[in-house]
């Protein structure tokens, strides 16, 4: 990317480029013009950040997820140039670079807030919740990684005290103790439709504001929580049964009378897509449509040893690791193997027993995605006695490249099963 530095000093750039001049102007070669050297960075087709020969190779499609989720790319790619190790806190240490910028964004948003502008104060909150996000990706696990993600949903919270319909906490009494929920409404509309959003293995409840807000603007209310095992929801291992939690949050929300009763769905993205067609499995007449996104559902547990062997040596090593840690397992091959085993929802009968499901379905995707293959969207699709399959061109895992325009129709998609 090149840049006219004389534009690059302008008083009315945009907050993310004057952070990208002021921080990191020394990877840019300013001989009249500002040369991006980020753009030339090695990418990996893997899931996860990892190091080879010393640099930080972090996947194209991981990017796009963050810049579609509010990220600046500039800043994004700049900034990966600046980081030399995974761990610790110190200077070019993962946490501490995107910390550092989410500190930015949030003094940002508390200055906007003391002076009484709550619009950007709310934006400003938004982008320190999308780098604190960065901060402790994809593990959650380290104590500087912990106070990253407790940032994060400080952060969020402040910026939910300016969405339309300000943001509500609320805690669903789940086994011996409660699930951490946020509740999205839709500005001005009584008792919504109430939509129950769960992500996957790395992106938790605060990480969603983008596809809920297109939600949102179609009338929908939405929940979005943690996952047993995952987030703040770790009191919990990551079971084949853990859809129970949805059923907690069905019936919370069933019994205060705010959301129509009758206009219940549910969506789930990635590790949450498989607990998303375990509720519409269940066929509870209570549950009107379920949205799988990117959901595993059998190829990617039936592996063989050798290949979490092979893995645990490779560029997904912090992906096993960090999902044997959400599992609450040893990251050893025989134990992961032996665990995801259950989840597979062939396997277990859930899925390949003809169509069984009667909760109206939509599975999506891209087609280029080894985690959730083609065949795991077959396979769910032709279980469903009303189903719709999208396939999102060439998309990797979840394909968020195409969110800007699934997300919308997936809101209509939604409206439409849940008037019925």
């Given at each position: ?309 092979q893995a645990l040596d490779g560029p997904e090593r912090m992906t096993l690791i960090n999902l044997a840690r959400h599992l609450q397992i040893e990251a050893t091959p025989e134990a992961i193997q032996s665990s995801l085993e259950k989840f597979s929802l062939l396997g277990s009968g859930v ?25 795991d969207l077959m396979l769910t699709y032709e279980s469903a006695v009303e189903s719709d399959l999208w396939l999102l061109g060439r998309g990797d895992h979840c394909a968020v490249e195409y969110w800007p325009v699934a997300i919308p129709q997936l809101a209509d998609w939604l409206v439409d099963k849940l008037?019925?």
């Amino acid at each position: 990317m090149v840049v006219p530095y004389a534009v690059l000093r302008h008083e009315r750039l945009p907050v993310a480029m004057k952070y990208l001049l002021n921080t990191i102007r020394s990877h840019f070669v300013l001989i009249g013009y500002a040369v991006c050297t980020a753009a030339l960075m090695p990418v990996s087709a893997g899931f996860a950040q990892h190091f080879e020969d010393g640099r930080l190779v972090f996947p194209e499609r991981r990017i796009s997820a963050f810049v579609y989720h509010g990220a600046d790319e500039e800043v994004l790619r700049a900034t990966l140039l600046k980081i030399s190790i995974r761990e610790g806190d110190g200077p070019g240490s993962w946490v501490r670079e995107w910390r550092t910028i989410g500190e930015y964004y949030e003094g940002v948003g508390d200055r906007l807030a003391a002076s009484g502008q709550g619009a950007g104060a709310r934006d400003a909150y938004l982008q320190a919740n999308v780098y604190y996000a960065l901060a402790w990706f994809p593990g959650n696990y380290t104590p500087e990684e912990q106070d990253a993600y407790a940032r994060q949903l400080r952060v969020y919270q402040k910026a939910g005290g300016y969405f339309d319909a300000p943001l509500e906490v609320v805690d669903v009494p789940y086994r011996d103790s409660h699930l951490v929920t946020y509740v999205h409404r839709p500005a001005g509309v009584e008792r919504p439709p109430l939509i129950i959003w769960t992500g996957g293995s790395d992106q938790y409840k605060a990480n969603h504001h983008r596809p809920v807000s297109a939600l949102n603007s179609a009338g929908l209310a939405v929940v979005t929580f943690d996952l047993p095992g995952f987030g703040e929801s770790k009191a919990w291992p990551s079971e084949p049964n853990s859809d129970d939690a949805h059923i907690a949050l069905l019936e919370h929300f069933h019994s205060t009378g705010e959301f129509s009763v009758d206009q219940v769905g549910v969506v789930g993205v990635s590790w949450g897509g498989n607990f998303a067609v375990r509720v519409a499995a269940r066929n509870d007449p209570r549950v009107k449509a379920a949205g799988a996104f990117c959901a595993p559902v059998h190829d990617a547990f039936s592996a063989p040893v050798d290949f979490y062997r092979q893995a645990l040596d490779g560029p997904e090593r912090m992906t096993l690791i960090n999902l044997a840690r959400h599992l609450q397992i040893e990251a050893t091959p025989e134990a992961i193997q032996s665990s995801l085993e259950k989840f597979s929802l062939l396997g277990s009968g859930v899925l390949g027993q003809g169509r069984t499901i009667t909760t109206p379905l939509l599975v999506a995707n891209g087609t280029r995605d080894g985690l959730a293959p083609v065949s795991d969207l077959m396979l769910t699709y032709e279980s469903a006695v009303e189903s719709d399959l999208w396939l999102l061109g060439r998309g990797d895992h979840c394909a968020v490249e195409y969110w800007p325009v699934a997300i919308p129709q997936l809101a209509d998609w939604l409206v439409d099963k849940l008037s019925r």
